[in-house]
């Protein structure tokens, strides 16, 4: 995606005076956690901390507080119980910081934000094709960096704003660079090398999700080829997600394959990131 850092840089840039409003605070339900927050200006707003009446009630209160000598003030706190009073049946209460967002609280977030850029998951789509560049687009949108691998550079001049780009004419080496965890998505021009991307996948036992697009014969006859010549193993080849974005909807347009298959490599994301923390730690 285009990391978090750099659309929070550009607010501070341009938003003059702001307030940063925080959750320090849940009981129950809520539609966000602690610690989650947004920079209110008198314009423009980045980030959410869960939308609805909730929201709305914090930002006009940051734009009052946007009227007031706030600068040197200590921070201001809302509690509030989300049920009827405001509109939302949540059910759970939010506690709300406020506070002027100078320029040693604007240095501090733009460091935590690049230091959570460093930490998202890897998604590395091989094939900038027609569901390649949909599949870049969806996963723009999300929280981890996406590259588009590609053997022509044709495939590569329309590419999201945030993705990068590699254009080489050996892609599966790509995957034996890639960092622990990482998301491989198989889909380009050519079955053939779909399949020595998707070998070298199965190879490394550290990928968060590999998957292929295709058909069940294309499964099939990949497997075939796997365990005889591509030197795999029954164990690697269940590893493989094919095709990718699950069966229940048969819809085969590239924007539909893309928003499915973007769901499954986020639950696996997910899902490695799960049992990566429950790991013990090593001397």
Known sequence: MATSANPLKDFLDRAGEAVMVE????????????????????DVVHGTIGGGHLEYIAIDKAREMLRWPFAGSAPVELDLALGPEIGQCCGGRVRIAFRPVGHALAARLVDQAEAQDSRMPHVYLFGGGHVGNAMARTLALLPVRVTIVETRASALEDIPVGVASALTPVPEAVVREASTGAAFVILTHDHALDF????????????????????????????????????????????????????????????VIAALAAAEVMAALDMWERQSALQPATL
């Open 23 to 42: 959750v320090v605070g849940v009981a129950g339900s809520t539609p966000r956690e602690t610690g989650a927050y947004m920079l209110v200006a008198r």
């Open 196 to 255: 020595l991307i998707a070998a070298e996948a199965l190879k490394c036992g550290a990928a968060a999700y590999i998957g292929m697009i295709g058909s069940k014969t294309k499964r099939a006859t990949f497997r075939s080829w796997f365990l005889k010549s591509g030197g795999g193993t029954e164990a690697g080849f269940r590893r493989l997600v094919s095709p990718i974005g699950g069966d229940a909807v048969k819809d085969k347009r590239p924007a």
